[in-house]
């Protein structure tokens, strides 16, 4: 059974900084590119940034680009999420999707996380 699981979430105020994990099990992601997501309250899910397989090119959506840092452990299976200079408008539940590179930017993965929280507080 393949799982996902995200882990690092917490509360931080404007300004700080997060790192999110995700660990996956059940299978290898290391020719499947892996990503982040983020849904906050009343919003839609939206794509975050991503991480290539093989070739670990990363797309980042604009509102984190220059913020947030995507990388990956293929040896652990593990996909991680920096993120820096925190704002109230980053809070969200952080959802780990693993899928295709170009898919995943339009917001589609093959397999998801249950979802951490992510708390800024101004």
């Known amino acids: 059974q393949v799982q996902l699981a995200e882990s690092g979430g917490g509360s931080v105020q404007a300004g700080g900084s997060l790192r999110l994990s995700c660990a996956a099990s059940?299978?290898?992601?290391?020719?499947?590119?892996m990503g982040w997501f983020r849904q906050a309250p009343g919003k839609e899910r939206e794509f975050v940034a991503v991480?290539?397989?093989?070739?670990?090119?990363?797309y980042y959506a604009d509102s984190v680009k220059g913020r947030f840092t995507i990388s990956r452990d293929s040896a652990k299976n593990t996909v991680y999420l920096q993120m820096n200079n925190l704002n109230p408008e980053d809070t969200a539940v952080y959802y780990c999707?693993?899928?295709?590179?170009?898919?995943?930017?339009?917001?589609?993965?093959?397999?998801w996380g249950q979802g951490t929280q992510v708390t800024v507080s101004s």
């Open positions: 999707a693993a899928g295709g590179y170009a898919t995943m930017t339009q917001g589609r993965g093959d397999y």
């Open positions: 059940g299978r290898t992601f290391s020719n499947r590119a």
């Open positions: 991480i290539g397989g093989s070739i670990t090119n990363t």
